[in-house]
């Protein structure tokens, strides 16, 4: 029997728990062996639950076990969370985490231990969920060169949007409902506003760039300016808004950013709907690809934890993932290149060369417009705003 340490007992760490037991019949006939939860770190207790009497509160039970094999990092932060993982790769155990606050801040560093110590830094859950995207990536895709990564990373944001324009919920309501299902962060600012997705885009940039894209560095706008007016407007000239991260590389530079963006309804991210995420590769010899999945939620995201744990267990040696050195490497923003938007005005309509498509909208009208920079957006706004008052602009998204 292998033996498996999980820290923190929440949404994630509790699917760990549950995905391992309900797939022991599949584990034991792929691994050969049976994997157990053997120690559950929290700060609280559990009574009535069977994991109760698994549950430790000191870490130092866990890290001065030898016989536990893995350590599952769930609990989510910085602290403990990176002295936890750095002293169990320290002692030879492998580590798993869901964690996408630690890897974005941590990986180069956590990559290198894991490395000198001749055991795995796995974070599969980290981007996009359940999705297989950085395995992918590491793997059947390694001989590729990425130029675009276009995602769909953030589960609550993509569920609130699309409930708001389905029901006609409000955005406090789409917010309660996706935290009552554990999709949110603990803090869900961290949603709502972008920095979750940046952390997920400043890892697949990483990954991709092979030096350190911080997230604190990438442009980074949420959902919480936008109104039904902008819904509609989007729907109107046919689309719709999603809050993509993208990532795309040019000339040795790296364009990258976190924004709600107008998507072509007859595009496939425009389809990506609720807790589903999407991820959509441009490379050198595959071409298109699209990896779509739960983004969140217990047992999808704790299936890739798993499948981690799996990994670093297999009899095949230690799985190696393809970490970044520290080196900083400064994303630009996507405007600094020439761009398409789509403007949402209130007022009187204004007549410009720039626009490629214009459709009146609720008191004014909402507008496509044909590439430009952003020294001609800035002028066609400053036009609009003479006679109207510009309420909306998103990026509409690279194709
Ligand atoms: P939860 O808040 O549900 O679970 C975290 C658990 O860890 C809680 O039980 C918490 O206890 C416990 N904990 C926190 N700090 C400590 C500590 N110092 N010592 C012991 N226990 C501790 O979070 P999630 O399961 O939702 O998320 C975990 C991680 O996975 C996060 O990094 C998140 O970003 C990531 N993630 C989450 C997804 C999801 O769908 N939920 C999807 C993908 C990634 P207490 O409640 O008492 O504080
Ligand atoms: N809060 C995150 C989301 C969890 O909604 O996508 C998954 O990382």
């Not at 110590?117 to 999705?131: L, R």
């Not at 309509?349 to 009146?360: D, M, R, Y």
């Not at 020294?375 to 194709?399: D, H």
Request: proline residues 4%; contains cysteine; negative net charge.
């Amino acid at each position: 029997m292998r033996k498996v340490a999980v820290l923190g007992y929440g949404t994630v760490g509790s699917g760990v728990v549950a995905v391992l037991e309900q797939s022991e019949d599949q584990i034991k006939r792929k691994l050969g062996e049976e994997v157990q939860v053997v120690k559950v770190l929290d700060i609280r207790d559990f009574p009535g639950d069977p994991i109760q009497e698994r549950i430790v509160h000191d870490f130092e039970e866990i890290l001065k076990d030898p016989e536990i094999e893995v350590v599952v990092e769930v609990m989510g932060g910085l602290h403990p969370a990176y002295e936890y993982v750095s002293q169990s790769l320290c002692a030879g155990k492998h580590v798993a985490t869901s964690n996408k606050a630690l890897v974005e801040a941590y990986g180069a560093e956590l990559g290198v231990l894991a490395r000198e110590h001749g055991v795995s830094f796995q974070f599969e859950a980290s981007v996009a969920g359940g999705i297989p995207i950085l395995r992918t990536l590491n793997t059947a895709m390694i001989q590729e060169e990425i130029y675009q990564v276009t995602g769909i990373l953030n589960g609550t944001t993509n569920y609130i949007l699309a409930l708001m324009e389905d029901t006609g919920a409000t955005f406090q309501e789409a917010l309660a409902d996706a935290q009552a299902r554990g999709y949110a962060e603990r803090d869900p600012e961290a949603d709502i506003e972008g920095y979750d997705a940046a952390r997920k885009i400043a890892i697949l940039a990483s990954m991709i760039c092979g030096k350190h894209i911080r997230y604190q560095d990438v442009p980074t706008q949420g959902i919480s300016g936008i109104t039904k007016a902008d819904i509609e407007g989007a729907a109107a000239l046919g689309g719709r808004l999603k809050l993509l991260g993208s990532c795309s590389q040019e000339n040795g530079r790296f364009y990258v950013s976190v924004e709600p963006t107008f998507v072509p309804m007859d595009h496939l991210l425009a389809a990506v709907n609720s807790v589903f995420n999407a991820v959509m590769l441009k490379s050198s010899m595959l071409g298109d690809t699209m990896f779509y999945g739960k983004g969140a939620g217990k047992l999808a995201t704790a299936s890739a934890v798993v499948a981690d744990v799996l990994a670093a267990l297999d009899g095949n040696g230690v799985y190696e993932m393809n970490t970044w050195s520290s080196e900083i490497e400064e994303p630009v923003h996507p405007a600094d290149r020439p761009c398409r938007y789509m403007v949402r005005a209130e007022g009187a309509q204004t007549e410009h060369p720039l626009f490629a498509s214009l459709v009146p909208s609720e008191g004014g009208f909402s507008a496509l417009t044909h590439q430009c920079s952003r020294k001609e957006l800035t002028a066609l706004l400053e036009q609009i705003g003479r006679q109207a008052k510009v309420c909306s602009v998103f990026r509409k998204m690279e194709e």
